[in-house]
Nanobody
Framework: QVQLVESGGGLVQAGDSLRLSCAGS????????MGWFRQAPGKEREFVGA????????YYADSVKGRFTISRDNAKNTVYLQMNSLKPEDTAVYYC???????????????WGQGTQVTVSS
């Protein structure tokens, strides 16, 4: 089991950058695929990206490809979401999640953080 805590959200302007962090507890952090999802008001939760256990493979939604980068530091039990060239439509609560498959399907992730708000003003 792993507990996840996101941080780094905030209010930024369009075009700015922001880096989110997700800290995991437990010695098994490196055994999980880590995903990032987001949910905007009135919308369903959507996949942002995911990273393999070693960090060698990543997978992104088309909407963020080329702008967002996921990385992880297993020694620190932390996964990161670097967000560049932010747009107002990126405004959402961002969640990290731990699972066993490099997938965009949220039901395949077993553990979730509480989320962190990202607001991008125009």
């Amino acid at each position: 089991q792993v507990q996840l805590v996101e941080s780094g959200g905030g209010l930024v302007q369009a075009g700015d950058s922001l880096r989110l962090s997700c800290a995991g507890s437990g010695r098994t952090f490196s055994g999980y695929v880590m995903g990032w999802f987001r949910q905007a008001p009135g919308k369903e939760r959507e996949f942002v990206g995911a990273i393999s256990r070693s960090g060698a493979s990543t997978y992104y939604a088309d909407s963020v490809k080329g702008r967002f980068t996921i990385s992880r530091d297993n020694a620190k039990n932390t996964v990161y979401l670097q967000m560049n060239s932010l747009k107002p439509e990126d405004t959402a609560v961002y969640y990290c999640a731990a699972g066993n498959s490099l997938t965009n399907t949220d039901t395949r992730y077993n553990y979730w953080g509480q989320g962190t708000q990202v607001t991008v003003s125009s």
